[in-house]
């Protein structure tokens, strides 16, 4: 890449000394730099300004139903919902949920992986039937574990459990997260299982075979070789993974609807503006959640962009 | 694990360490089929229930072998005097469609100067294309619904179309960087020292090689499109209600409805899943942002 770059650094010294091609050069900067423009203004414009509102309106005690009663309020909105138990929890809700969501879902999306890195009979199937959860509508699937699988009465789980004469629970009255985390686990593996499977095919099949012929068993080979190849690809998918996870909305709103203690931040935010008109509160809690959010993008900017120059220097 | 069979340490395995090492692999292959299908359990279910009367569709213990029907995507589509999703269905599709190629027109040329023809410090810019990905949809949620109340844009399905464009153009930028980086520079610079100009070398050099990969970005663009629901919920009403808005209104229970809800529910994933198989081998490209090939 180094070749590419080096063409306008050198045009540009071999410019200073007279005015008319240093002109020429900023045309051809700026001719370089034109097809990127529209993409760069269009993005600032729809994603930035809106939270620059966003933090502005955060500052103030705004509720919608009261326009007139609008006025500056500080950090106040923050001190709301810090302290407020309810959005306390939900900050806490979204921790639980977006951990144990990626978690368990890497740890089966590793399984997954590892079952489909050999070859046998029908993989390509198997590698299909498995990529189907993730290529649901959210909201379908949502739905499709609320009333299908969950229903207490005829949902699919207590009328296989009704054949073996076990429990027939209320799963999402009794375990509402549990239920939030399991539709949500079951989408994800998938996407978990494919980057891993991924990173498994960029082994170097070499050092392995090496490896084996030096009389390392399978537990040695996976334990000293695999998994720290497969560390980079782990940490992609948990970031990658979290940061969907943390902004979710469709699982909580439609199996629970936020309620039973499975409000979210993306939830609480919304319910807050659009039920209860409070703007203001509203901004700041989402304010917390891109807080929340760049934390975690911070790292995963790090794992991509180690994985990008490594993918460059290639 | 069996340990006999892997710690032979020679090439030449003896007949029954080979014998217990297909064995093995045999019974992994079988149980990668079984966690295939149970992953698999809840769709298929789906698609059977959908096809069930709605009173053998709320049996306990199932029914497996029940009659089949049409019932269920007859309600669906507003038979039975329900509201008809046809309106939804075509907002989503002109939705998805056009913010979809929204962003081909705005991410191609933005990833040629960040590969082919690289602005300086490209790798920044492209970062920062990343970094608005990772913004959350609430950051900007509420100054947008302001925005949209004020301007009349509400319920305009043309203000989800330029949401979804900013939605999806990072990833689409990312991916066609990393697409387009493919193309082997010396052969553009060959083809420019023959005397070819820029269009023929975008359309003789360039596209056929990235085009594979300008079609994956594209379905994966559609398929976050498609099931985006905080926005079209929030800034949506009766007219530019999308897909995912009108499934909501299945939250709550309506006495007998599994069928109806199984039908409505794959109806409504069909253009997902068929556009996610379509790009099945670009599918880890795109979605890791092009940072898994």
């Known amino acids: 890449m180094t070749a590419i770059t080096t063409p306008p650094a050198a045009t540009e010294r071999a ?70 138990s309810d959005l306390r929890n939900s900050v806490w809700t979204t921790i639980l949920l977006t951990v144990t969501v990626v978690l368990v879902s890497l740890v089966l999306g590793l399984l997954l ?31 499709l574990w609320k009333h299908v699988l969950f229903n207490p009465e005829y949902g699919l789980f207590n009328g296989l459990l009704s054949y073996v004469g076990g429990p027939q629970p209320d799963w999402i009255s009794e375990m509402p997260l549990m239920a939030v985390e399991a539709s949500l686990i079951w989408q994800w593996t998938p996407f978990m299982m494919l980057i891993l499977l991924a990173g498994l095919q960029s082994r170097d099949h070499q050092q392995i075979e090496a490896a084996r012929v030096d009389g390392a068993s399978d537990w040695q ?69 891109v807080i929340g959010s760049l934390i975690i993008a911070t790292f995963a900017l790090r794992v991509v962009s180690s994985l990008f120059r490594e993918e460059v220097s290639r | 694990m069996s340990a006999t069979a892997v710690r032979t340490p020679a090439p030449v395995s003896d007949p029954p360490g080979a014998r217990s090492k297909r064995l093995k692999g045999a019974g992994l292959g079988v149980l990668a089929w079984v966690v295939g299908l149970l992953f698999f359990l809840p769709i298929a279910w789906m698609a059977l229930t959908s096809f069930h009367s709605e009173a053998d569709a709320a049996t306990n213990p199932p029914s497996f072998t029940a009659a089949l029907t049409l019932d269920g995507y007859r309600e669906f589509f507003g038979a039975g005097g329900g509201a008809s ?14 913010s979809t190629l929204l962003v081909l027109v705005l991410a191609l040329p933005a990833a040629y100067a ?19 990905k990772m913004l959350p949809a609430v950051a900007g949620l509420l100054p947008l619904y302001l925005f949209a109340k004020n301007t009349g844009l509400l319920d305009n399905i043309w203000l989800l179309v330029v949401l979804y464009t900013s939605m999806n153009l990072p990833i689409a930028v990312w991916m066609m960087q990393s697409f387009l980086a493919e193309v082997p520079v010396a052969v553009i610079e060959a083809a420019q020292l023959d005397g070819a100009k820029l269009p023929t070398v975008l359309a003789r050099i360039v596209a056929p090689i990235a085009a594979p990969g300008i079609a994956a970005t594209a379905l994966i663009c559609f398929i976050f499109s498609w099931n985006e629901l905080l926005f079209a919920r929030v800034l949506t009403g009766v007219v530019a209600e999308t897909a995912p808005v009108f499934l909501t209104s299945f939250i709550t229970s309506q006495g007998l409805f599994l069928a109806k809800v199984c039908a409505a529910s794959l109806v409504i994933s069909l253009p997902v899943l068929a556009a996610g198989f379509a790009a099945q081998d670009k599918l880890v490209q795109g979605l890791s942002l092009g940072a898994v090939k």
């Open chain 1, 113 to 143: 992986a590892l079952l489909l890195d050999r070859k046998f009979k029908g993989r390509g199937i198997v590698r299909t039937l498995l990529i189907a959860p993730f290529l649901v509508v959210p909201v379908a699937a949502a739905l």
């Open chain 2, 114 to 132: 960040l590969s082919i023809r690289p602005v300086k410090k490209w790798t920044d810019v492209l970062f920062f294309f990343l970094s608005t």
């Open chain 1, 221 to 289: 080979i996976f334990r000293h070789l695999t998994l720290p190849h497969l560390r980079r690809y782990l940490e992609l998918g948990a970031l990658l993974g979290s940061i969907y996870i943390v902004q979710n909305f469709d699982a909580v709103f439609t199996l629970t609807s936020g309620g039973l203690g499975t409000a979210n931040l993306p939830y609480t935010v919304y319910q807050t503006f659009y039920q209860a008109h409070e703007n203001g509160l509203a901004s700041a809690a989402g304010v917390l959640v």
């Open chain 1, 15 to 84: 410019a200073a000394p007279g005015k008319q091609p240093d002109q020429n050069n900023k045309l051809r900067a700026w001719a370089t730099r034109a097809p990127l423009l529209p993409a760069l203004v269009f993005l600032i414009v729809v994603t930035q300004l809106p939270f620059v509102a966003t933090l502005v309106i955060s500052l103030f005690d705004w509720n919608s139903l009261y326009p007139d009663a609008r006025e500056f309020a500080g950090l106040a909105n923050y001190a709301e919902v810090l302290g407020d």
């Open chain 2, 85 to 98: 999703p046809w309106p939804a269905l075509i907002n989503s599709t002109v939705a998805s469609l056009t």
